[in-house]
């Protein structure tokens, strides 16, 4: 079965970086477009950013547009996202998933991993 595993979360200061992993296995990765998404207490599921298949071509939600950076290696089955300049309001579990579109909907997407907590101090 399809299977996303996230990784690379943690605690970080106001400024710091991370990067977030997830690793896809039970479909052919080359041929997946991927979403990141997340999800604060009490707050609904936010789009992070997405990438194609083809090109790839990538797209941000407003709130990490210029900060966050998504990026995929094919040979790995494996999707990252690169935050940089993160804020308190960055403190999220965060989730990648794979479906038909590269959407910022999170209905149009079949398959989710468990989520990483990423925690960023003030």
């Known amino acids: 079965q399809v299977q996303l595993v996230e990784s690379g979360g943690g605690l970080v200061p106001v400024g710091g970086s991370l990067r977030l992993s997830c690793v896809v296995s039970?479909?052919?990765?080359?041929?997946?477009?991927m979403g990141w998404f997340r999800q604060a207490p009490g707050r609904e599921r936010e789009f992070v950013g997405a990438?194609?298949?083809?090109?790839?071509?990538?797209s941000y939600g407003d709130s990490v547009k210029g900060r966050f950076t998504i990026s995929r290696d094919n040979a790995k089955n494996t999707v990252y996202l690169q935050m940089n300049s993160l804020k308190p309001e960055d403190t999220a579990i965060y989730y990648c998933?794979?479906?038909?579109?590269?959407?910022?909907?999170?209905?149009?997407?079949?398959?989710w991993g468990q989520g990483t907590q990423v925690t960023v101090s003030s």
């Open positions: 998933a794979t479906g038909p579109w590269a959407s910022g909907d999170p209905g149009k997407y079949d398959y």
């Open positions: 990438i194609t298949w083809t090109g790839p071509t990538t």
């Open positions: 039970g479909r052919t990765f080359s041929r997946s477009h």
